[in-house]
C-alpha cells in the first residue's frame, strides 16, 4: 500500500473515509489461529459449555479469558482447552479461532482432524 492510500493511523484510507471526523480509529485484536485437531471432538462440539463460543463454518471463535486458570478449575474444563487459551493469552490474543484449516502446535496436544 503507498502512502497515499493510508490514512492517519496507518490503516487503509477506506477506514478513515468511513469514520465521523474525530471518531478514534477501529480497534483491532488479535486472534490465535489453531486447527480444530486440538480439542477432541466432543470437546469441540461443546466449547459454548466451557467458553463463550460462537460456531464458523469451519470452527469456532472462542474468548479467550483473562481469568482462564481460575475459570477452568471452577468450571472442570476439559484439559486441552486451558493450554490453548494460555498460549492465546501468552501471544497478547484474546480470542482463539478454532479452524479447520488452522495450524498445529507442537506445545499443544493433537486429537485428529
Not at 468511513?18 to 480509529?25: F, Q, T, W
Not at 471432538?41 to 474468548?63: E, R
Request: one cysteine or more; aromatic letters at 10%; a negative charge.
Amino acid at each position: 500500500m503507498s502512502a497515499s492510500n493510508a490514512g492517519s493511523e496507518g490503516l487503509p484510507a477506506l477506514w478513515d473515509a468511513s469514520r465521523e471526523p474525530g471518531a478514534p480509529a477501529p480497534s483491532v485484536r488479535p486472534f490465535l489461529d489453531v486447527s480444530t485437531a486440538h480439542p477432541r471432538p466432543a470437546v469441540a462440539h461443546n466449547l459454548d459449555l466451557y467458553l463463550d463460543a460462537s460456531p464458523t463454518p469451519h470452527g469456532w471463535w472462542v474468548y479467550a479469558p483473562q481469568e482462564a486458570t481460575e475459570q477452568a478449575v471452577r468450571e472442570d474444563w476439559p484439559d486441552e482447552l486451558l493450554p490453548v487459551v494460555q498460549l492465546a493469552r501468552s501471544r497478547g490474543c484474546a480470542y482463539v479461532l478454532f479452524d479447520a484449516d488452522g495450524p498445529t502446535y507442537s506445545t499443544l496436544p493433537v486429537f485428529g482432524h
